[in-house]
């Protein structure tokens, strides 16, 4: 694994890029991390020892080098109601637990479920993981004085508009900077980070959550931890996808998900809220030039040593810069284009991808939207392929014959039509049903051409069935009825 | 079926690639892979954008100006890489190799070697890459990788290479080294030309019985010369390669781990350098 090619590519194939878009990452980290302890209702202790302690893990054992990964809105939205009801150290648990679901996940390559995934549904995912981060900012706009509104978009004009001046320095660093200033020496009078809890001075040490080892503490943090699993595999998976797709290598989404837990697991023994893969913070470690695991790696330990050595300084920042770069983040993730494609794209996607941000936005629940989604994008498919089905007919020259020539699919969903394409009450001495151009795909289907049979039998039609294709027949073979003895008392009793 | 896997770029080690492939090729009577890898530029190094703002469509623009500014950089290196291919295939028909098969690939250029070499006899790359044509006395830096990573004996042309007249086997005993004897002894490649076994140290019983094995397993050779030369083997057996124009050197190559190159370096590495005739690696 250690080979000096490997070596080159994952860690050194541009040392000087990978190490900057790091320092821009860590700097975009710090707010992030303190903005999701709040959402989870956390000290920013919590949020950053978490982030450090995720990216530099994954850093070594993911499978996407390039990606970043942190303590991250999806997983904070969830967390809310057990840290409230049972406290922190209930979260560091399911935090550990989250990261043994997702290492057996990854044994059990469960990355296979993502290919039921549709497009509408990951679209759906990350615009409402954009408004769930967007909405977690409200509590900070509510009850304010007009400076917080000015503030956050005076942040806001600096992110975006400071790029056009220069690209060498990170704009939400300058903006944090120039709000931070501000506030200290114009006395304004705003929420700092220092007001929200508390934040590390030292090293992350290690401990285990004091927490009772009882079947009950199981029950409590288990329905958690599933989720929280599950919905930092699923964005990892897409954010892997992405990142797949802006560079243009590979992945090994397997030891990526392994990865993942391991990384929790050790979190969670580190006083770490749990994490995943972060989209918006991929996108601007890839922007900015990092593409192996050193901008990871360099992202999590210089995280580390600016909130150990500058811990008085960030205590100092204004709430609103805070939210202006969450804002931004919520906006460079949110996927603007869907919005454009809505009109142009199938009713059936938009309508999946507007169910899964409506699911999500509800619940606060990432995986109860992507269940969702999933499943209404397998009814449209069904109903889909389900008209891809037709029957014709003709009558023999002599008038007593008819051959019926089913092509298409059959399955569960096209079973009536097939029923109901017959004419059972034609008089007729033979009917040939020609299937070479049909396949039969399920029980249903079967079920249903045995009925079809019958029906024709009890009119003392002889029926014949031609061109079985060899799945569809060993189909026949196993479940059929009415070439058995006895099928019509059995099918009489239905 | 076998071939010979002959990498070339844009440097000027390509001709004398071929040359040296042409000659390989009429001795072994194998087919010509000639290979030439279009190595895109890297456009997400290249932007050099610290702003870390993302803004409406963040991902679909990034992808878009990714895929533009490396388009526009494939398709000029594409059109360079088949004017190069083309010339060099007429190169080696002319030097009279028997089929010549031309090769485009993208990827990186030591993971395609090691993809293309699985039915290959002999790998052959030039001893510089296009990025460092004008770094003299260095080696380029995917040789080691290519030789660490290939299973195949990978034969380095220097920039200007004649058909060899003679061999220059340096011995050392090792088990790399062991398998370069072998090879000299039964390769149709070395057939007919005289060999002179070389090793370096003080003349004692030791060094003669290296030697004497040597002579043993090379008893069906045409010509074989035994020689022990005192002082450090990077610098005899380069001064002996200097003095014997000609001549194709053939050597065991990274015998040690990476690690331990790292540290005290490598006879391999400074022999490939500092010698300018053919070497022949194998592992």
């Given at each position: 694994m250690l080979s000096i090619a490997s070596l080159q590519r994952e860690w050194l194939a541009n040392p000087r890029a990978d190490i900057l878009a790091g320092i821009v990452v860590a700097l975009a980290l710090i707010p992030e991390a303190i903005g999701f302890s709040i959402i989870a209702g956390v000290d920013p202790r919590v949020g950053l020892y978490a982030s450090f302690s995720i990216a530099f893990i994954i850093a070594f054992v993911g499978g996407r080098p390039g990606m970043i990964s942190a303590a991250t809105a999806a997983v904070a939205v969830l967390v809310v109601p057990l840290v409230r009801d049972h406290g922190i150290e209930y979260l560091f648990a399911a935090t550990i637990l989250m990261g043994i679901i997702q290492v057996i996940a990854g044994f059990l390559r469960l990355d296979m479920l993502m290919q039921y995934v549709s497009r509408s549904v990951i679209t759906g995912f990350v615009n409402a993981l954009a408004i769930l981060i967007f909405i977690a900012q409200l509590p900070q706009l509510m009850g304010v004085t007009w400076m917080t509104y000015a503030m956050v978009a005076g942040g806001l004009a600096i992110i975006y508009l400071f790029p056009r001046i220069t690209k060498a320095v990170p704009s939400p660093l300058v903006a944090i900077v120039i709000l931070t200033i501000l506030s200290i020496y114009g006395g304004l009078n705003v929420n700092t980070v220092g007001d929200m809890g508390e934040l590390p001075s030292t090293l992350p040490a290690f401990l285990i959550p004091n927490v009772p080892l009882t079947l009950e503490m199981l029950q409590i943090i288990l329905p958690y931890s599933l989720t929280m699993a599950a919905v930092g595999l699923l964005e990892s998976m897409m954010t892997a996808q992405i990142v797949?797709?802006?560079?243009?290598?590979?992945?090994?989404?397997?030891?990526?998900?392994?990865?993942?837990?391991i990384a929790n697991f050790a979190?969670?023994?580190?006083?770490g809220m749990g994490g995943c893969a972060m989209i918006g913070q991929s996108v601007i470690n890839v922007k900015s030039g990092g593409s192996t695991r050193l901008s990871t790696l360099v992202a999590g330990t210089f995280l580390l040593f600016l909130i150990v050595v500058l811990?008085?300084?960030?205590?100092?920042?204004?709430?609103?810069a805070l939210v202006a770069v969450m804002i931004m983040v919520s906006i460079g993730t949110f996927s603007w284009r869907s919005i454009k494609d809505l009109r142009t794209n199938p009713w059936q996607s938009s309508v999946v991808m507007i169910a899964t941000v409506v699911i999500v936005v509800w619940t606060h629940d990432l995986a109860q939207g992507v269940l969702a989604g999933v499943i209404l994008s397998g009814l449209f498919f069904a109903s889909k392929v389900k008209r891809l089905f037709t029957v014709t007919s003709e009558i023999s020259a002599d008038g007593n014959a008819r051959t019926y020539r089913v092509a298409g699919q059959v399955f569960f969903a096209s079973s009536d039509s097939f029923t109901s394409a017959f004419d059972y009450k034609e008089v007729l001495d033979r009917v040939v049903i020609d299937v070479s151009d049909a396949h039969f795909w399920d029980i249903s289907a079967i079920g249903t051409l045995d009925k079809a049979i019958l029906k024709f039998r009890r009119e003392g039609t002889a029926v014949e069935v031609i061109g079985l294709n060899d799945a569809s027949a060993a189909m026949v073979e196993r479940y059929a009825l009415h070439d058995k003895p006895g099928a019509d008392a059995q099918l009489g009793a239905h | 079926m076998t071939k010979i896997l002959a990498c070339i770029d844009a440097s000027a080690y390509a001709a004398s690639v071929c040359d040296l492939?042409?000659?390989?090729?009429?001795?072994l009577a194998l087919p010509v892979e000639l290979l030439h890898v279009v190595q895109r530029r890297d456009a997400v190094a290249q932007r050099h954008d610290l702003s870390g703002a993302i803004g409406l469509g963040a991902k679909s623009e990034l992808l878009e100006e990714l895929t533009r500014l490396e388009e526009a950089d494939s398709r000029l290196q594409i059109e360079r890489g088949r004017v190069l291919l083309a010339t060099m295939a007429?190169?080696?028909?002319?030097?009279?190799?028997?089929?010549?098969?031309?090769?485009?690939?993208?990827?990186?250029?030591?993971?395609t070697i090691i993809e293309r070499e699985a039915d290959a006899r002999v790998v052959v790359i030039g001893k510089r890459g296009a990025s460092h044509e004008f770094a003299t006395d260095h080696i380029g830096s995917k040789i080691e990788r290519v030789v660490r990573a290939s299973a195949k004996p990978v034969l380095i042309a220097a920039r200007a290479s004649q058909a060899p007249q003679s061999v220059i086997l340096a011995y050392d005993g090792s088990k790399p080294a062991h398998?370069?004897?072998?090879?000299?002894?039964?390769?149709?490649?070395?057939?007919?030309?005289p060999i002179q076994v070389v090793t370096v140290g003080p003349d004692d019983n030791k060094h003669r019985a290296l030697l004497n094995k040597a002579r043993t397993a090379l008893s069906a050779s045409a010509s074989v010369t035994l020689t022990i030369?005192?002082?450090?083997?990077?610098?005899?057996?380069?001064?002996?390669?200097?003095?014997?124009?000609?001549?194709?050197?053939?050597?065991g190559a990274y015998g040690h781990s990476p690690l331990r190159t790292l540290i005290v370096g490598s006879t391999t590495t400074t022999l490939i350098r500092t010698v300018h005739a053919p070497v022949l690696l194998v592992r």
């Amino acid at each position: 694994m250690l080979s000096i090619a490997s070596l080159q590519r994952e860690w050194l194939a541009n040392p000087r890029a990978d190490i900057l878009a790091g320092i821009v990452v860590a700097l975009a980290l710090i707010p992030e991390a303190i903005g999701f302890s709040i959402i989870a209702g956390v000290d920013p202790r919590v949020g950053l020892y978490a982030s450090f302690s995720i990216a530099f893990i994954i850093a070594f054992v993911g499978g996407r080098p390039g990606m970043i990964s942190a303590a991250t809105a999806a997983v904070a939205v969830l967390v809310v109601p057990l840290v409230r009801d049972h406290g922190i150290e209930y979260l560091f648990a399911a935090t550990i637990l989250m990261g043994i679901i997702q290492v057996i996940a990854g044994f059990l390559r469960l990355d296979m479920l993502m290919q039921y995934v549709s497009r509408s549904v990951i679209t759906g995912f990350v615009n409402a993981l954009a408004i769930l981060i967007f909405i977690a900012q409200l509590p900070q706009l509510m009850g304010v004085t007009w400076m917080t509104y000015a503030m956050v978009a005076g942040g806001l004009a600096i992110i975006y508009l400071f790029p056009r001046i220069t690209k060498a320095v990170p704009s939400p660093l300058v903006a944090i900077v120039i709000l931070t200033i501000l506030s200290i020496y114009g006395g304004l009078n705003v929420n700092t980070v220092g007001d929200m809890g508390e934040l590390p001075s030292t090293l992350p040490a290690f401990l285990i959550p004091n927490v009772p080892l009882t079947l009950e503490m199981l029950q409590i943090i288990l329905p958690y931890s599933l989720t929280m699993a599950a919905v930092g595999l699923l964005e990892s998976m897409m954010t892997a996808q992405i990142v797949d797709d802006l560079t243009d290598t590979g992945s090994d989404k397997r030891r990526e998900m392994k990865g993942q837990g391991i990384a929790n697991f050790a979190t969670g023994f580190l006083g770490g809220m749990g994490g995943c893969a972060m989209i918006g913070q991929s996108v601007i470690n890839v922007k900015s030039g990092g593409s192996t695991r050193l901008s990871t790696l360099v992202a999590g330990t210089f995280l580390l040593f600016l909130i150990v050595v500058l811990g008085p300084f960030v205590a100092q920042i204004p709430m609103p810069a805070l939210v202006a770069v969450m804002i931004m983040v919520s906006i460079g993730t949110f996927s603007w284009r869907s919005i454009k494609d809505l009109r142009t794209n199938p009713w059936q996607s938009s309508v999946v991808m507007i169910a899964t941000v409506v699911i999500v936005v509800w619940t606060h629940d990432l995986a109860q939207g992507v269940l969702a989604g999933v499943i209404l994008s397998g009814l449209f498919f069904a109903s889909k392929v389900k008209r891809l089905f037709t029957v014709t007919s003709e009558i023999s020259a002599d008038g007593n014959a008819r051959t019926y020539r089913v092509a298409g699919q059959v399955f569960f969903a096209s079973s009536d039509s097939f029923t109901s394409a017959f004419d059972y009450k034609e008089v007729l001495d033979r009917v040939v049903i020609d299937v070479s151009d049909a396949h039969f795909w399920d029980i249903s289907a079967i079920g249903t051409l045995d009925k079809a049979i019958l029906k024709f039998r009890r009119e003392g039609t002889a029926v014949e069935v031609i061109g079985l294709n060899d799945a569809s027949a060993a189909m026949v073979e196993r479940y059929a009825l009415h070439d058995k003895p006895g099928a019509d008392a059995q099918l009489g009793a239905h | 079926m076998t071939k010979i896997l002959a990498c070339i770029d844009a440097s000027a080690y390509a001709a004398s690639v071929c040359d040296l492939v042409a000659w390989a090729a009429k001795r072994l009577a194998l087919p010509v892979e000639l290979l030439h890898v279009v190595q895109r530029r890297d456009a997400v190094a290249q932007r050099h954008d610290l702003s870390g703002a993302i803004g409406l469509g963040a991902k679909s623009e990034l992808l878009e100006e990714l895929t533009r500014l490396e388009e526009a950089d494939s398709r000029l290196q594409i059109e360079r890489g088949r004017v190069l291919l083309a010339t060099m295939a007429d190169r080696l028909q002319a030097d009279g190799a028997l089929a010549i098969t031309p090769l485009h690939r993208h990827g990186g250029i030591v993971e395609t070697i090691i993809e293309r070499e699985a039915d290959a006899r002999v790998v052959v790359i030039g001893k510089r890459g296009a990025s460092h044509e004008f770094a003299t006395d260095h080696i380029g830096s995917k040789i080691e990788r290519v030789v660490r990573a290939s299973a195949k004996p990978v034969l380095i042309a220097a920039r200007a290479s004649q058909a060899p007249q003679s061999v220059i086997l340096a011995y050392d005993g090792s088990k790399p080294a062991h398998r370069a004897l072998e090879r000299a002894a039964n390769s149709p490649l070395f057939a007919g030309l005289p060999i002179q076994v070389v090793t370096v140290g003080p003349d004692d019983n030791k060094h003669r019985a290296l030697l004497n094995k040597a002579r043993t397993a090379l008893s069906a050779s045409a010509s074989v010369t035994l020689t022990i030369l005192p002082g450090k083997p990077e610098d005899a057996i380069a001064e002996l390669m200097a003095a014997t124009p000609h001549a194709l050197l053939v050597m065991g190559a990274y015998g040690h781990s990476p690690l331990r190159t790292l540290i005290v370096g490598s006879t391999t590495t400074t022999l490939i350098r500092t010698v300018h005739a053919p070497v022949l690696l194998v592992r």
